[in-house]
């Protein structure tokens, strides 16, 4: 799944899945693996289903928990506000000023700001 999420990432692509009992519909910004390996995404969910009922912001999601990823055929223009730079230990970088999306040598991926 890393590849097809960095591809969404590259593109600015809004993605929609399943996950946790509904649709998310989101922006996926970074993407990579923590300390223990597991795949993870962080991504600004902007529609779809939310346990918590709050279903806009910022999100961290196991991919392994990830069903049916799809892009939706819209795009996102820039890296949403108020984006929380992952824990120490995750291979997932804050979002870097403006340009194109990155992949690093660690095997991640990240939106570049802009706006």
């Known amino acids: 799944m890393f590849d097809t999420v960095c591809a969404a ?16 519909i989101v922006e996926p910004h970074c993407h990579g693996r923590n300390r223990n390996g597991t795949e993870l995404s962080r991504a600004y969910q902007i529609g779809g289903y939310s346990r918590s009922g709050k279903p806009i912001g910022w999100r961290l999601y196991n ?10 055929g819209d795009s996102f223009a820039y890296a949403r ?5 992952p824990r120490l230990g995750y291979d997932l970088r804050p979002l870097p000023r403006l340009g194109a999306p990155r992949v690093s040598s660690a095997g991640s991926c990240r939106v570049r700001r802009g706006g």
């Open 9 to 24: 990432i590259q593109d600015r692509a809004v993605v929609e899945f399943r996950y946790d009992g509904g649709t998310r």
């Open 81 to 85: 506000p108020g984006y929380t730079p």
């Open 63 to 72: 991919v392994a928990r990830i069903v049916g990823l799809r892009r939706t």
